[in-house]
DNA sequence: CGACACCTTGAAGAGGTTCAAGAAATGTGG
DNA sequence: CCACATTTCTTGAACCTCTTCAAGGTGTCG
């Protein structure tokens, strides 16, 4: 991978308006100075395109300014499993540190941006700021239990619960970021939603569609609108009872 | 939680036979005696009794010494599902870094003995002995691969390929601890097998029938005995082919 | 505008589940 | 130490959900 097509820009984290999002809270101002130089420099990715992938070194991890990646595994006879979507504000990368390579493809899919942050970096600068450390063994935490989460769903529901489940949570995040509660468009097809969810594309687009006939949301292809909130979250807690 | 059923015992690692397994590698001899300080007891945990459940309060991780451990999440609705099984050297906690409380419970499959380490203690030192730091962020980074490798079981293998590299993944760890590559005695019911697999456990019970009946495997009960490891391997690699 | 990727829908089929019954192992208390 | 209760495991048969295969429709981008 050469540096020619990686486009470069130096920054401050200091401002960034998705701090809330990606940094520690409660620092003072020197320290957040010099998180600062965590962030050697942005990165821009152009969409369909991979970020890092699988058997690459480690050496960074990302934070992702704009646009919205997918991260996907593979094992050796090629099958594929997207094993997250991640938008704004999180943190990719984490798979690499153990074996310094990266385990996983991260592909973008929408033109991105993101902050390079030297992983060399982060460990030290983590040794002085105690907030910094703190924040790093949360985010690493978090991502556990949100495969967790993912386990819970793969392992224990159905067709219509997943995708509920995957729904609702996509809302939940974009909401999170000031976008609508009840509208979205999703970044990734059919077939990238059901290798997440662990269904085939077919069954995805047909569960969309029993939605609609129920009302629960419109579908106009990748644009969404959830009508009755109340329906899917009902569908995610309370198993069967149809 | 009282104190009163927790049996507590002073402890060093520096001479643990476990050291290789749950200790960072290249320390020095100063570094080795100030990691001891990490573990501030063990605690001994009977069959089928939480180490910790969720909601509890975090505070620590724990090493397990002796002994096997399950831990699992469960969904508003009461859904269960099995996030992974423990042995000796490996580590559980993590979960409940995020938000100061665990997310899951780990419970004992047999009388087992863990070192509890507190984490404030944990982060304290990580930042005075680099390789202890680096080995944190390994640990979680690795439990992190792990699950990536459960999504992709659960997302897109079929019975049979989930139980030959449920398996393959048991033995291997066994035989790194030193017992044998062929032969293992299942720590956990069928349902528990399946509830990690996403199956339910007649279909576990069918499938072990099946590889029986293929040569693959001897199964009594909870002894296995692997007769065919290539079998097994061709499994989980070559997906479908019949 | 045409090519290509993506999405929808139908019909048939397979894999896994559910329900049920019985067998085997395990633990308990007398 | 044995008898009994309980848990765990196995197996069969019917059923159901999701997949597979196929065809056609829709949208998008050069």
Redesign the interface.
């Known amino acids: 991978m050469s540096a020619m097509n990686l486009q470069t820009i130096k920054v401050a984290c200091s401002n960034c308006n998705l701090r809330e999002l990606c940094m520690p809270m409660g620092l003072n101002a020197e320290e957040l100075d010099r998180i600062d130089e965590v962030v050697s420099l942005r990165r821009k990715v152009k969409r369909g395109t991979p970020l890092f992938r699988n058997g690459e070194k480690f050496s960074s991890l990302y934070a992702i300014r704009t646009g919205f990646f997918k991260t996907c595994?593979a094992?050796?006879?090629g099958?594929?499993?997207v094993?997250g979507f991640q938008m704004a504000g999180e943190i990719i990368g984490?798979?690499?540190?153990?074996?310094d390579q990266h385990?996983?493809d991260a592909v973008a899919l929408e033109d991105a941006e993101v902050c390079v942050m030297p992983f060399d970096r982060i460990?030290e600068l983590?040794?002085?700021i105690?907030g910094l450390?703190?924040h790093?063994?949360?985010i690493?935490?978090?991502?556990?239990?949100r495969?967790?989460?993912?386990?819970?769903l793969?392992?224990?529901?159905r067709a219509e619960e997943r995708l509920a489940a995957f729904l609702l949570n996509l809302v939940q995040r974009l909401h999170a970021r000031g976008f609508s509660q009840s509208e979205l468009i999703l970044r990734m097809t059919r077939e990238e939603i059901g290798?997440?969810?662990?269904l085939k594309l077919e069954t995805v687009s047909r569960t969309f569609s029993k939605f609609v006939e129920d009302g629960i949301v419109e579908v106009k292809q990748r644009h969404v609108r959830i009508l009755n909130t109340e329906a899917l979250t009902h569908l995610?807690?309370?198993?069967t009872c149809n």
Chains 1, 2 share one sequence.
């Open positions: 595994v094992s050796e006879d099958r594929d499993q094993t984490l798979d690499g540190i153990v074996n385990t996983c460990e983590s040794r002085e105690n450390q703190r790093v063994h949360k690493m935490s978090r991502e556990i239990v495969e967790h989460g993912v386990m819970l793969l392992g224990s529901m290798s997440y969810l662990g995610v807690n309370h198993e």
